[in-house]
């Protein structure tokens, strides 16, 4: 059964930092690309960083150039490094993996950012 476990989320203050994790379970996701995603109050979830089996990454141009994805296959985690926070960034943040066509998503983790 697959499983993905978010954590790290929290409240901080703009221009602050934080790191999630996303921890995998149910079957080896070395081969897989996994991405975050982020739902905002009254918007649509969206897609925030992607990165590819072996290490390219791609980023939303929101998050550019101060978000960074990463992955331990080893442990099968996830991570999404997030720095100089605004505002805008609060949402809750889902992991998610997209095996043999259909999405697994884990439970969120909510990331607010106070001006």
């Known amino acids: 059964q697959v499983q993905l476990v978010e954590s790290g989320g929290g409240l901080v203050q703009a221009g602050g930092s934080l790191r999630l994790s996303c921890a995998a379970s149910?079957?080896?996701?070395?081969?897989?690309?996994m991405a975050w995603f982020r739902q905002a109050p009254g918007k649509e979830r969206e897609l925030v960083a992607t990165i590819m089996r072996y290490g390219s990454t791609n980023y939303s141009d929101p998050v550019k150039g101060r978000f960074t994805i990463s992955r331990d296959n080893a442990k099968n985690t996830v991570f999404l490094q997030m720095n100089s926070l605004k505002p805008e960034d609060t949402a809750v943040y889902y992991c998610n993996v997209n095996l043999w066509g259909r999405d697994f998503w884990g439970q969120g983790t909510q990331v607010t950012v106070s001006s």
């Open positions: 149910g079957r080896t996701f070395s081969s897989y690309a």
